[in-house]
């Protein structure tokens, strides 16, 4: 069977060079004997793999040294627990979440258990379809931190510019656009991602914590949620997941050395993004996108068609030549296209040839 374009939410595409890469070495790992599957993780090419991993990731990001770089298991959802855990709880402070869509709102549930959190702005009034404008906003200015979501992958709203929280660390759930563009790290207090969309497979989450804000963890919190005890351990502090963080390293390898760096990679997002929303603006009402235009995600393409019967149909018919895992979230149905860093332009212009040949026919 031949490779096909797959459009899932994630775990998603990776790039066919890296899954090559991966393969060679699956066997027999230079210098090594054993294929990373069977590698200690106090192993010296081991270390050298994690090594490379956040150094990757530092230059990527151009991480100052006063940021720490981990690799976390659990998850961006045990992150939903873990941040308050360590950073709200015991601070004798509120937390502010701006709820953007789906995920966010189950980031403040799981932070209730921890903790006060304040909505400073609701989006499910709006069906999600957009981002708040500063003024809207409810923050405190005394908050342990602010919590956004940069990405809501159900709904396909993206922040294109940070709100403005003063001295309120932010805190960024970043798991479904990571690695898509340029950041200005500094701006973040945290920024976390899970793995399997933009950075590698399931299995590892990456978190990028401001050193003040790694200090408060309390001694009394389990070794492994407890940023403060994982990052003097290195990540290491138990096994840690040694093939995910391998695919972080060889991703993020690819996207300095093949793909140029993040400029280029944002330069591609966004013509990818185009070609498809180009078609949705242009189709007299036969698509319809979720997200407001100015909030519109370079990552997640959700829209929909006149009916259901023709949602189904055009999922049929466009897995028929090759484009598969075209359904909506299962929560709010419709179809979704992610269109990660890893998505070649070839996967989403044929997508958009065959919107454009179902349209013609269906209309
Ligand atoms: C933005 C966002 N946050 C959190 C999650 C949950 O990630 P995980 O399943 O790794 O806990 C997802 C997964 O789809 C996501 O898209």
């Known amino acids: 069977m031949e490779?096909?374009?797959d459009f899932s939410a994630g775990p998603a595409v990776l790039p066919v060079s890296v899954l090559k890469k991966a393969q060679e070495s699956l066997v027999c790992y230079p210098d090594a004997g054993i294929s990373v599957l069977e590698m200690s993780h106090r192993s010296k090419p081991f270390e050298a793999i994690i090594e490379s991993a956040e150094a990757n990731i530092r230059k990527l990001y151009n991480i100052p040294d006063s940021y720490r770089v981990l690799f976390l298991q659990g998850g961006a959802i045990m992150q939903f627990?873990?941040?308050p855990m360590n950073i709200l709880k015991g601070s004798g402070k509120a937390a502010d979440y701006i709820v953007t869509g789906t995920w966010s709102k189950k980031a403040l549930s799981e932070a209730k258990t921890q903790g006060t959190c304040n909505t400073a702005w609701n989006g499910s009034e709006t069906s999600f379809k957009r981002k708040p404008a500063n003024f809207?906003?409810?923050?405190?200015?005394?908050?342990?931190?602010?919590?956004?979501?940069s990405n809501e992958t159900i709904e396909g709203v993206q922040w294109q510019v940070l709100p403005e929280v003063?001295?309120?660390?932010l805190v960024c759930d970043s798991s479904s656009d990571i690695f898509s563009k340029p950041i200005d790290i500094t701006k973040y207090g945290v920024l976390f991602a899970c793995a399997q969309k933009n950075a590698g497979p399931a299995g590892v989450t990456i978190v990028i914590m401001r050193d003040d804000l790694v200090a408060k963890s309390d001694d009394n919190i389990p070794s492994l949620l407890n940023y403060k005890k994982m990052s003097e351990a290195k990540s290491l502090l138990n096994t840690p997941p040694t093939f995910p963080i391998y695919m972080v390293k060889l991703v993020t390898d690819w996207l300095l050395d093949d793909v140029g760096g993040l400029d280029k990679m944002y330069v591609t997002n966004k013509e990818k993004a185009a070609m498809l929303y180009d078609i949705i603006d242009n189709s007299d009402g036969f698509y319809t996108g979720h997200a407001n235009k100015e909030f519109r995600s370079t990552m997640n393409v959700p829209f929909r068609l006149p009916s259901e019967e023709l949602d189904?149909?055009?999922?049929?018919e466009a897995k028929e030549i090759g484009l598969t895992t075209l359904g909506g979230h299962r929560s709010v149905g419709g179809l979704r296209a992610s269109i990660y860093n890893a998505m070649p332009k070839e996967g989403v212009e044929k997508l958009a040839e065959f919107m454009k040949a179902f349209m013609k026919k269906e209309k």
């Open 81 to 83: 627990a873990m941040i």
């Open 136 to 149: 809207e906003l409810k923050l405190d200015k005394s908050a342990a931190y602010c919590y956004i979501c």
């Open 3 to 5: 490779r096909v374009f």
């Open 166 to 169: 003063g001295n309120v660390p």
């Open 312 to 316: 189904k149909k055009f999922q049929q």
